[in-house]
Antibody, heavy 123, light 111 residues
């Protein structure tokens, strides 16, 4: 059974840092790209970042580029999101999701999702 | 990169069919066959309903179907059921630096 579990969220002051983790099981983690998606309270979904199966390619939304870093440890079946210089507008539930399929680096995501972890940035 | 445009709400009676549109540009929806649709219940994680415009993941009801024409993608739900009442979001790959963009979201209400 595929399971995805995010952790690491919490309350942080503006300008602070947090590292989110996403532990995966039930599938061959190193064969799939992964993505982070967030949802501010009462708002819609926003794509944040993605990483290839090997970790060799990473991608970011313009709003987080230069502040967030996505990485993975395939030996631990875990995805990470290091978030620095946090702002009030980064307050959201952060979800990680698994790739469905990829062709030439372009992927569809989301056949499996975690339950999300809440990040609150206080100003 | 602006969000893709979806109607804020769509409603229908049980048994009817509804269609949710997702309008972008030639740099996203119109340029690539990487449009996905997600269903989300309040307080829950999204669920993938359609990927690559018209593909249904295993386990998703065949009452859900996807299509695309020009810069607009569509999700059709046929034989509406009470359990279909939820929020629906489209998503597309984009040639812009932001790479993927979601739609504004549509609340589906069963009358």
């Amino acid at each position: 059974e595929v399971q995805i579990l995010e952790s690491g969220g919490g309350l942080v002051q503006s300008g602070g840092s947090l590292r989110l983790s996403c532990a995966a099981s039930g599938f061959t983690f190193n064969k799939y790209a992964m993505t982070w998606v967030r949802q501010a309270p009462g708002k819609g979904l926003q794509w944040v970042s993605a990483i290839s199966n090997s970790g060799g390619s990473t991608y970011y939304a313009d709003s987080v580029k230069g502040r967030f870093t996505v990485s993975r440890d395939n030996s631990k079946n875990t995805l990470y999101l290091q978030m620095n210089s946090l702002r009030a507008e980064d307050t959201a539930i952060y979800y990680c999701a698994k790739e469905v399929s990829c062709t030439n680096g372009v992927c569809s995501y989301g056949d499996y999702w975690g339950q999300g972890t809440l990040v609150t940035v206080s100003s | 990169q602006s969000a893709l445009t979806q109607p804020a709400s769509v409603s229908g009676s049980p048994g009817q069919s509804i269609t949710i549109s997702c309008t972008g540009t030639g740099s996203d929806v119109g340029g690539y066959n990487y449009v996905s649709w997600y269903q989300q219940y309040p307080g829950k994680a999204p669920k993938l309903m359609i990927y690559e415009v018209s593909n249904r993941p295993s386990g998703v009801s065949n009452r859900f179907s996807g299509s695309k024409s020009g810069n607009t993608a569509s999700l059709t739900i046929s034989g509406l059921q009470a359990e279909d009442e939820a929020d629906y979001y489209c998503n597309s790959y984009t040639s812009s630096s932001t790479r993927y963009v979601f739609g504004t979201g549509t609340r589906v209400t069963i009358l």
